[in-house]
Nanobody, 129 residues
Framework: QFELVESGGGLVQPGGSLRLSCVAS????????IAWFRQAPGKEREGVSC????????NYADSVQGRFTVSRDNAKNTVYLQMNDLKPEDTALYYC??????????????????????WGQGTQVTVSS
């Protein structure tokens, strides 16, 4: 059974940092592009970032560019999302998804949820003072 499990969320003050992890279970991540999405209450799911299977190509939503960094460690079967300078509008449930479609080179495709599957349960990020 293919499954992704997210962790690392929590409550942080504005300007703070968190690092999210996305661990694969039942398959290895080596051949998969992984993306992070988020969904706030009452809003649609929004693409945040993606990283290709080798880690050489990444893409970001304009709203997080320069603040978030996606990376991966295939030996640990894990993808990370380092989030710095967090803002209240970053508050959401964060998910990761996987795809073997080559999307990482195109921002729009990278951040389109229809390309992805194997969604985890998500990890909650709350930014509040």
């Amino acid at each position: 059974q293919f499954e992704l499990v997210e962790s690392g969320g929590g409550l942080v003050q504005p300007g703070g940092s968190l690092r999210l992890s996305c661990v694969a279970s039942g398959f290895t991540l080596d051949d998969w592009t992984i993306a992070w999405f988020r969904q706030a209450p009452g809003k649609e799911r929004e693409g945040v970032s993606c990283i290709d299977s080798s880690g050489s190509t990444t893409n970001y939503a304009d709203s997080v560019q320069g603040r978030f960094t996606v990376s991966r460690d295939n030996a640990k079967n894990t993808v990370y999302l380092q989030m710095n300078d967090l803002k209240p509008e970053d508050t959401a449930l964060y998910y990761c998804g996987s795809t073997q479609v080559i999307v990482a080179t195109n921002q729009a495709a990278c951040l389109t949820s229809l390309f992805y599957a194997n969604w985890g349960q998500g990890t909650q990020v709350t930014v509040s003072s």
